[in-house]
């Protein structure tokens, strides 16, 4: 049976909620409402021990094999942690005690191999356990434990042209965001676990021409489609067995369960009197920064571009947003979660696990400088086995 791939939203039932000093917001049932306008002047510090219990430092093992670039992201799967470095487009693999277990893939223009990776080119399989490497733009390559390889592309639709913003397996099929070039007009494809389309183009991509999708904005509410179809989709994140994907406007969190090519709202961000601001270049004033979204049991990691509205006190370009999932209470942060579990680094994640590990990156510099302000016995005690030239410390919290 063929299926539309427009998203289609569940919307068979709304509940309708309000922010304080908003207006009412259409809410599909299940769907949580983060509020913006009262975080903007409202940061503050919030202790880490609010989300955690724990915290672990471990330093990678450097050596001429292991030696990483100034590396910005990190994920952790099965207990094996993977640094994408783009520079050189090499993905490392270390233990959970440091050791350097080698490489995924290898750079090269062969079957099985990639050219460009970036800080979201990872993903794990874990029904199988497989390695999955994104291409940049070009291909999903698929490692699995016994040595095979294989290669999802979507290269050709009618001969039209576009972009391949990322490509997702998700149980037996594939979630490909495409976005046609000199356009803002971006969707979602499938693909079978063959990686043959499923279905037909979504409605009015086949068109030569567009036109501006009329999006209403979260001060009047959600409807259907329209909201999916404006600007490119940013890198999704997963929480348990399930792909959240933020629309390119911004303002919903979309999950989808395994094998299933419709989107559940989980999450709607309501930006109430700001969502129509705009600066002098046109774009959005106050934005969600969906790309560095990250998800626990309890709670919703949010980052976000406060504009000229952040406060002065926060010397980071964006501000944190922490969410908790049992109360329905979003909190603005001043930086990141204060460290109050063992006086280290503040902390907020690059990525968590499925088992809730939540990990970040200290470069060796800057440990080294962190643990002499710091009263950690452990920070010192990894700190001295450090010199400027070693590969980062990884900051392991686990809830």
């Known amino acids: 049976m063929k299926k539309m791939f427009l998203l289609a939203v569940c919307v068979t039932a709304f509940l309708v909620a309000s922010c304080e000093g908003g207006e009412a917001v259409d809410v599909a049932e299940g769907a949580s409402i983060v509020c913006v306008e009262p975080l903007i002047g409202s940061e503050q510090v919030v202790g880490l021990s609010e989300v955690a219990s724990k915290v672990e430092y471990i330093p990678?093992?450097?050596?001429?094999?292991?030696i990483v670039g100034n590396v910005m992201h990190a994920r952790i799967e099965n207990n094996v942690i993977y640094l994408p470095d783009h520079r050189v487009n090499k993905l490392s693999?270390?233990?959970?005690?440091?050791?350097y277990l080698g490489d995924v893939g290898r750079y090269g223009r062969a079957y099985g191999e990639f050219v460009s990776i970036a800080g979201f080119s990872f993903d794990f399989d874990y029904d199988t356990g497989a390695e999955l490497v994104f291409d940049m733009g070009k291909k999903l390559i698929e490692y699995h434990k016994d040595g095979s390889v294989k290669e999802i592309r979507l290269e050709s639709m009618d001969g039209?042209?576009?972009?391949?913003?990322?490509?997702?397996?998700h149980g037996n099929i594939y979630v490909c965001a495409i976005s046609r070039f000199a356009t803002r007009i971006g969707n979602l494809v499938f693909l079978d676990s063959t990686g043959k389309l499923m279905g037909r183009f979504p409605a009015g991509y086949e068109s030569s021409e567009y036109k501006e999708p009329n999006v209403r904005s979260a001060e009047h509410g959600l409807t259907g489609f329209s909201v999916m179809l404006a600007g490119s989709f940013r890198p999704p994140y997963r929480s348990g067995n399930q792909l959240m994907i933020t629309n390119p406007t911004n303002d919903t969190i979309f999950a989808f369960l395994p094998d299933d090519t419709i989107a559940h709202s989980r999450y709607i961000i309501d930006y109430g009197k700001y969502s129509d601001m705009t600066d002098e270049y046109g774009e959005d004033f106050i934005k969600f920064v969906s790309t560095f979204t990250q998800e626990t049991s309890n709670h919703l990691f949010l980052s976000f571009n406060f504009g000229k509205e952040r406060s002065p006190e926060n010397k980071e370009a964006l501000t944190r947003v922490l969410f908790d999932k049992s109360t329905g209470e979003a909190r603005s942060l001043l930086g990141?979660?204060?460290?109050?579990i063992d006086?280290?680094?503040?902390?907020?994640?690059?990525?968590?696990?499925?088992?809730?590990?939540?990990?970040?990156?200290?470069?060796a510099i800057d440990f080294i400088d962190a643990a002499k302000e710091s009263n950690s016995s452990k920070m010192k005690e990894v700190a001295a086995g450090l010199t400027d030239e070693s590969n980062p410390v990884i900051m392991l919290v686990t809830e």
């Open 60 to 66: 990678l093992e450097t050596s001429q094999e292991s």
């Open 93 to 99: 693999r270390f233990s959970l005690d440091g050791k």
């Open 160 to 169: 039209k042209v576009f972009s391949v913003d990322f490509i997702k397996k």
């Open 336 to 340: 990141r979660l204060e460290n109050d």
């Open 343 to 363: 006086g280290g680094p503040s902390f907020w994640p690059l990525h968590v696990s499925r088992e809730g590990q939540m990990i970040a990156i200290i470069q």
